[in-house]
T-cell receptor, first 113, second 118 residues
Framework: DAKTTQPPSMDCAEGRAANLPCNHS???????VYWYRQIHSQGPQYIIH???NNETNEMASLIITEDRKSSTLILPHATLRDTAVYYC??????????????FGKGTSLLVTP | GAVVSQHPSRVICKSGTSVKIECRSL??????MFWYRQFPKQSLMLMAT?????????EQGVEKDKFLINHASLTLSTLTVTSAHPEDSSFYIC??????????????FGQGTRLTVV
């Protein structure tokens, strides 16, 4: 799997957009970019994933650069409940047997009032 | 989204005893489940891959005789920590993927089990 690089921590004011960057310069053509988050003492929660097109769902938007070497997760209106560690993971799509996810250190996002 | 349930959420046990943690997929079937361990202020580390009806695959450095995994059905995998010691105290998390979904879909995680060995 391609390695990812994320800033260790970020702050964001409540109500503002949180933009979390991720570098994955060694990504290969069949690898997807997945984002998960982990709120303290809970299991990880899936947020979004994409291959090369930008994606949006009810939680967030994922912007992938044209060369696919980096991406940005956008939480459009951050709330205090969005305080968590955010993990960017690059992985081939699951096979029928399913692949585990390799979690790096992630970005600890603190949303402040 | 699909639901994965772990039980118990917290457990305290005496050193030398065994503890069983259950991971259930509540509304889907999972041929494969994964067990992770997370120490304080660290990231999740994969321990083993649990395959329904066959032996689990353990990551390097994880003792298979200490961490017994059973995946007897498509909705249940169990992790038993045998002869637990204080250094086994950790946050254990399982995940599963819906076998009925197409490739590249997301995995679902349980809420985790906080094990404290005293």
């Amino acid at each position: 799997d391609a390695k990812t690089t994320q800033p260790p921590s970020m702050d964001c004011a409540e109500g503002r957009a949180a933009n979390l960057p991720c570098n994955h310069s060694t990504i290969s053509g069949n690898e997807y970019v997945y984002w998960y988050r982990q709120i303290h003492s809970q299991g990880p929660q899936y947020i979004i994933h994409g291959l090369k097109n930008n994606e949006t769902n009810e939680m967030a938007s994922l912007i992938i650069t044209e060369d696919r070497k980096s991406s940005t997760l956008i939480l459009p209106h951050a709330t205090l409940r969005d305080t968590a560690v955010y993990y960017c993971i690059v992985r081939v799509g699951y096979s029928n047997s399913g692949y585990a996810l390799n979690f790096g250190k992630g970005t600890s996002l603190l949303v402040t009032p | 989204g699909a639901v994965v349930s772990q039980h118990p959420s917290r457990v305290i046990c005496k050193s030398g005893t065994s503890v069983k943690i259950e991971c259930r997929s509540l509304d889907f079937q999972a041929t494969t489940m994964f067990w992770y361990r997370q120490f304080p202020k660290q990231s999740l580390m994969l321990m083993a891959t649990s395959n329904e009806g066959s032996k689990a695959t353990y990551e390097q450095g994880v003792e298979k005789d200490k961490f017994l995994i059973n995946h007897a059905s498509l909705t249940l995998s169990t992790l038993t920590v045998t002869s637990a010691h204080p250094e086994d105290s950790s946050f254990y998390i399982c995940s599963a993927r819906d076998r009925g979904m197409s490739t590249n879909t997301e995995a679902f995680f349980g809420q985790g089990t906080r094990l404290t060995v005293v």
